[in-house]
């Protein structure tokens, strides 16, 4: 089985590089530092700083394979194929939403990096797949647990 193709903006794929650069070279040296320091304190069977640095090792360790294996299957959206005509991966859109008339602008992003605090919304999201290859004055609706809602393309930007 192949692995999931990870779309990432330019931003998206910066993030990324500097965690894992961050993590193999910072993080790694501080987690071995905090091993040798507990195994000095003796009897590592019952000796919690050393457990709790194993854990965090194993921890980095994993996240690092995660973020190579990410990278390895990114594909990058480059600010060129970001159109304003339809909604797409890379895009800003300003959606109204129809029953309270609340205007609230998202980015497009992929699920790896989506964020919604940020207005960072993955094409996965619920919002995400309704409006993707819509274009501007579409209405969709956008299956909530709560119920429909119905948003308004207002914009469409890159």
């Not at 005509?85 to 609340?102: H, K, L, N, R, S």
Request: no cysteine; charged share 30%; glycine share 8%.
């Amino acid at each position: 089985m192949s692995d999931k193709e990870v779309i990432l903006t330019q931003e998206g794929l910066k993030k990324l590089e500097d965690e894992l650069e961050n993590l193999k070279s910072v993080k790694r040296r501080e987690v071995a530092e905090r091993i040798k320091v507990a195994i000095g304190y003796g009897d590592i069977s019952e000796n919690s700083e050393y457990e709790d640095a194993k854990n965090e090792q194993a921890f980095i360790e994993g996240r690092v394979l995660t973020l190579e294996k990410m990278l390895r299957n990114a594909r990058i959206i480059n600010s060129d194929e970001v159109g304003t005509d339809i909604v797409g991966i890379g895009a800003t859109v300003t959606v109204e939403d129809m029953e309270f008339g609340d205007v609230v602008e998202y980015t497009i992003v992929g699920s790896a990096e989506s964020n919604p605090l940020q207005n960072k919304i993955s094409n996965e999201s619920p919002v995400g797949k309704a409006i993707i290859g819509k274009a501007k004055g579409t209405v969709v609706d956008v299956s909530v647990p709560a119920g429909v809602i119905q948003y308004k393309i207002v914009d469409i930007k890159k």
